[in-house]
């Protein structure tokens, strides 16, 4: 748990949002660009107990994460592949939403989306995690830093 938090702190300390200003400062492009070169540069870095994360890059206007699981879902049977699925996914997409809605308002504020990719060690595709303006919003809809458009 100790390393989620260090390495979404990194989100916040790269991404610094300007809470005081009445108009957030947007990023172009480039600085989102720069950033995310500077964060790959230190991947890979543990990320929670058996997970790893490997990369981040931005295609269009979505930032993607991927996150490595030290498993191998091809030797899961289908129960065993749903549980620990459902798991993971309880973790990287609920658990962790509100420090993801957190770490990306930024991107957010660029016009870009968030997605979590999950693999296992030998490249299996395990789920997606999507963070977007609105579900955040819709997280945070008592603090008034979201309801400023």
């Keep these: ?24 400062a947007r990023l172009s492009m480039d600085e989102i660009d720069s950033k995310l070169e500077d964060m790959r540069s230190s991947l890979p870095a543990d990320f929670a107990s058996g997970i790893t994360w490997a990369d981040i890059k931005r295609n ?3 930032i993607n994460y ?20 459902a798991g993971l996914q309880d973790f990287g997409c ?8 957190e770490g990306s308002k930024p991107m957010f504020d660029a016009g870009l989306v968030v997605v979590t990719t999950y693999h296992d060690s030998f490249g299996n595709y395990l789920f997606d995690c999507s963070f ?16 400023v458009e």
Aim: charged share 25%; proline share 4%.
């Design 60 to 62: 269009k206007n979505t």
């Design 94 to 101: 609920r658990q962790l939403m509100p420090a993801m809605c």
């Design 132 to 147: 977007t303006l609105e579900a955040c919003k819709n997280l945070f809809a008592r603090s008034e830093e979201w309801l």
């Design 1 to 24: 748990m100790k390393n989620i938090v260090m390495m979404l702190a990194a989100v916040f300390f790269v991404f610094p949002c300007h809470a005081q200003e009445k108009e957030p």
């Design 66 to 85: 991927t996150y490595i699981v030290e498993a191998n879902s091809a030797d899961w049977d289908e129960e065993e592949r749903q549980t620990t699925v």
